[in-house]
């Protein structure tokens, strides 16, 4: 049981460049959460997702899309990317009944040039 | 607005001491107040969580203290250990179907040895 992954660890872009942050759970988890965390901001929600092929705005969704076709998987899409989404982004996902923990990723660290 | 503000930025205590971080929300329809744990280079994990019908639930020696009327909560560290050496972020849950979180912008806490 792997719980939440992330792939890549560390990114460099150039500004205008794409790229897709993969996120996978095998917990069975309906309810997926992609959030960016700067320094001394905490964590804000970019987009998330409580079952397959639902997926909604966060606070901070421009810049940004997402998919989700299974259970399992959540990938970030940032299309033409810009120095301020520089950023570690995190994954995480909760069962969205009873217990209501979000467990997330070890997150990936980017940084736009 | 939906916003969680969390004192102090960072906080130093030596070892065996208490260790105290506070937080204050506004918007009534929060329902969850969880405490994530964070160190450096890793995902946050839950550390403890509250309901807003109970005003105070301990767990070894992490203790949550919540004062609904105030739209207050705090996290106590008793006995702080090095170990305890971590970003901890206070989050607030919406009672909307998403379960989103909202958290605050984190207290870097350093125990000393």
């Known amino acids: 049981n792997a719980g939440v992954t992330q792939t890549p660890k560390f990114r460099i872009l150039k500004i205008g460049q794409s790229m897709t942050l993969q996120c996978t759970q095998d917990m069975n988890h309906n309810y997926m959460y992609w959030y960016r965390q700067d320094p001394g901001m905490g964590l804000k929600l970019i987009y998330y997702?409580?079952?397959?092929?639902?997926?909604d705005k966060g606070e901070v969704p421009n810049g940004y899309n997402v998919s989700r076709s299974t259970t399992e998987d959540f990938p970030l899409r940032l299309e033409l990317a810009a120095p301020s989404q520089t950023s570690v982004y995190f994954c995480?996902?909760?069962?969205?009944?009873?217990?209501?923990?979000?467990?997330f990723g070890p997150g990936t660290r980017l940084l736009v040039l | 607005q939906q916003q969680v503000k969390q004192s102090p930025q960072s906080l130093i205590v030596q070892k065996g001491g208490i260790s105290i971080i506070n937080c204050a929300y506004e918007n009534t329809a929060f329902d969850y107040f969880p405490w994530y744990q964070q160190f450096p280079g890793k995902g946050p994990a839950l550390l403890i969580a509250?309901?807003?019908?109970?005003s105070e639930k301990k767990e070894g020696r992490f203790t949550i203290s919540f004062n609904k009327s105030a739209k207050q909560f705090s996290l106590h560290i008793m006995d702080s250990q090095p170990g305890d050496s971590a970003t901890y972020f206070c989050a607030a849950r919406s009672s909307g179907s998403a379960r989103q979180l909202t958290f605050g912008s984190g207290t870097q806490l350093t125990v000393l040895p």
């Open positions: 509250i309901r807003p019908d109970v």
């Open positions: 997702s409580v079952g397959a092929g639902i997926t």
């Open positions: 995480a996902s909760s069962s969205g009944t009873g217990k209501e923990t979000q467990y």
